[in-house]
């Protein structure tokens, strides 16, 4: 089993040193060695197929959306909201960013937020710090509160035959990933000196690194013609998803009763995907091009090759880590949360590690329940400031606030991050005694 498992950890770790795509592919170059040289059965992909399905059918609403202008669109109105209070930035910034995140279903249109944070930031004379990192972390939580994210698919998927359905996941998964941002934007309101005090921001101002700090002038850019209407379409398709899941009578009726929600999430989603083609006047061919169709891309390709490996390394050892995990996942239920921390450090997907590792879970014998209140931990990436969210946001703070420091973990991004888990995690426990 151990050299199985050296062998899962190598691909993880290959994957990982490229990035993208990279990660899925060479998942699957690990579900090769273990066939071919521990004779390991490779995992049924069904499951896996439906959720790279939902991926891709709540991708293409989403790229023909930005194709219509409407990610711009609702940027503009992030930007009106966070610029409405500078001095509370630091409130305003994450709620608004995991509300985006929410809405949007993936962490990537967070990226043209992090400007307006940061000069808004500094027009109020607030550390940007303070805002960036919250507010990074806030828009990675966004994603287990969303109903169209790709880790909301896999969930889906897993546990909507235990009872436990979209709308119902979601009864945890929002209030809980919401006060945990709520949370660690209260005490990131105190971290670090006060931006006039900052020995590196002042070092750089003196020395004309970065202009002093003025108040934003430029016009937001013109929006594409019917660009809030791609974006109220998109919207609407969630709200759709979520009804549907939680009044099945209202799905189509088949041989076999009511839709499944996995085919009414795909069926949903490329309907509101054409219509934004029809209604927006959108070209086909930029769609492919976007950057969320990009990413989406990046998604399929990692649930595909990592998910298949680790099903396929949990289906070979089952027995032997059931045995050896089973007392202490069932005594400690806290153990298997550090378990989905740490792994999703690595896989950099919410999707990937939810698809990993909620199966072990089941295996382990943990109830369901307790697994959905740990579900936020998966968005444990923070730990280590290597992904792009975290890169970018560390970049565009040009006053050097938001840093990784001499030793790595002790970056801008740790604090609230754990804050946030720790919150989070704790008040699913609380809220599945009454969901």
Not at 288 to 308: K, N, Q
Not at 318 to 330: K, M, Y
Not at 338 to 366: C, D, H, N
């Amino acid at each position: 089993m151990f050299a199985q498992l050296a062998v899962m950890v190598a691909a993880i770790a290959l994957g990982s040193r490229k990035g993208g795509v990279a990660m899925g592919l060479w998942g699957a170059v690990g579900v090769f060695v273990l066939a071919t040289f521990f004779g390991v059965t490779p995992a049924d992909t069904s499951g896996i197929v439906d959720v790279m399905l939902i991926i891709l059918a709540v991708i293409m609403a989403a790229a023909a959306m930005e194709a219509a202008g409407g990610i711009d669109y609702l940027v503009g109105l992030a930007e009106k909201a966070i610029r409405r209070k500078p001095s509370r930035v630091v409130f305003v910034a994450p709620l608004v960013s995991w509300a985006f995140t929410l809405g949007a279903g993936t962490a990537h249109v967070f990226y043209p937020l992090l400007p307006v944070i940061h000069d808004v930031a500094r027009e109020g004379g607030v550390r940007p710090e303070r805002p960036i990192a919250v507010s990074s972390i806030a828009a990675t939580f966004g994603i287990t509160a969303s109903p169209v994210s790709a880790a909301m698919a896999a969930m889906i998927v897993m546990f909507d035959g235990d009872g436990w359905n979209l709308p119902r996941i979601m009864a945890v998964a929002v209030p809980a990933t919401l006060l945990g941002v709520i949370v660690a934007a209260t005490v990131q309101s105190r971290i670090g000196k006060e931006l006039g005090e900052d020995p590196e921001y002042l070092r750089r101002l003196a020395a004309g690194e970065i202009e002093p700090p003025a108040a934003a002038t430029a016009a937001a850019p013109a929006l594409r013609p019917r660009a809030r209407w791609s974006a109220y379409l998109f919207m609407g398709g969630a709200v759709a998803v979520v009804i549907s899941g939680l009044f099945p009578g209202l799905r189509p009726e088949t041989a076999k009763g009511p839709l499944s929600m996995p085919a009414t999430i795909e069926i949903l989603m490329m309907a509101v995907a054409a219509l934004i083609l029809l209604l927006c006047r959108v070209d086909a061919l930029r769609i492919p091009g976007t950057e969320v169709a990009r990413s989406g891309l990046v998604a399929v390709i990692g649930v595909f090759g990592l998910s298949w490996l680790g099903l396929s390394f949990i289906g070979a050892n089952e027995a032997r880590i059931t045995g050896a995990l089973g007392g202490v996942a069932r005594d400690h239920p806290w153990f298997f949360a550090v378990m989905l921390l740490l792994l999703s450090a690595l896989l950099f997907s919410q999707a990937t590690t939810t698809k990993a590792l909620m199966p072990l879970g089941i295996a382990l014998g943990i109830p369901a329940p307790l697994l959905i209140a740990m579900w936020p931990a998966v968005n444990g990436y923070f730990l280590l400031p290597t992904y792009g969210t975290f890169i970018a946001a560390i970049n565009f703070d040009r006053t050097g606030t938001t840093r990784v420091g001499r030793f790595v973990v002790n970056h801008s991004f740790m604090l609230p991050g754990l804050i946030t888990t720790c919150v989070a995690v704790s008040t699913g426990f609380a809220l599945i005694q009454i969901v």
